[in-house]
């Protein structure tokens, strides 16, 4: 089974903190990606990355960003923690062969206060 | 008009009960289609997956692809409490990586 491991269930961060989600996939995948879920506005993505050192923005990358130095890791920032970034974080992963499902964590509930 | 709507409910139904859960979309070009069952503080767990227009079948659960009227669909047969939870739909197109979510339906099966 695929396993997408997120470092954190729980958070809990001040205003202005820099502040480093953590996310581990052990199924060799090319794809990773960064989203946030917030009630009403469902799931939206931040930032993607496709290889090692690579990445795409997303939706909503205003105030992220993301760093992907080993295959299996992908991390997200923020550089500079505001209250209305406080949300639920998922980190997903997939096969780059074209048209592939995503596997997603578990998901940090993040709260700056 | 967005790209995936989905109607967030909340649907309650009696245990036993048939349940439908739809999305419509607007982007012709989506060829596969996924559907994502959530429960409460945990990740989206994947249901299904299908690719093209048809009917797709795993135990309790039938996913349908209507690609002419745009239209997908998650038959749960015999729905349990264990299916309470948020199902969110999901579709791509070739030649991108990204998939667009629905907003999620919450289902709660009631004893």
């Known amino acids: 089974d695929v396993k997408v491991t997120q470092s954190s269930r729980y958070l809990v961060k001040r205003t202005g903190e820099k502040v480093f989600l953590e996310c581990v996939q052990d199924m060799d995948h090319e794809n990773m990606f960064w989203y946030r879920q917030d009630p009403g506005l469902g799931l939206r993505l931040i930032y993607f990355?496709?290889?090692?050192?690579?990445?795409e923005k997303g939706d909503i990358p205003e105030g992220y960003s993301v760093s992907r130095e080993k295959k299996e890791r992908f991390s997200l920032i923020l550089e500079s923690a505001s209250t209305n970034q406080t949300s639920m974080y998922l980190c997903?992963?997939?096969?780059?062969?074209?048209?592939?499902?995503?596997?997603f964590g578990d998901g940090t509930r993040l709260s700056i206060l | 008009q967005k790209e995936v709507e989905q109607d967030p409910g909340p649907l309650s139904v009696p245990e036993g009960a048939i349940v439908s859960l739809n999305c419509t979309y607007s982007n012709s070009a989506f060829q596969y289609f996924m559907w994502y069952r959530q429960y409460s503080r945990k990740g989206p767990e994947l249901l299904m997956y299908t690719y093209s227009s048809g009917n797709k079948e795993d135990g309790r659960f039938t996913a349908q692809v209507d690609k002419s009227s745009k239209y997908i669909s998650l038959f749960i047969r015999d729905s349990q409490p264990s299916d309470s939870a948020t199902y969110l739909c999901?579709?791509?197109?070739?030649?991108?990586?990204?998939?667009?979510f629905g907003k999620g339906t919450k289902l709660t099966v009631n004893p």
């Open positions: 999901a579709m791509g197109q070739g030649g991108s990586e990204k998939l667009v």
């Open positions: 997903a992963s997939s096969f780059s062969a074209g048209n592939q499902p995503q596997h």
């Open positions: 990355s496709y290889d090692v050192k690579m990445k």
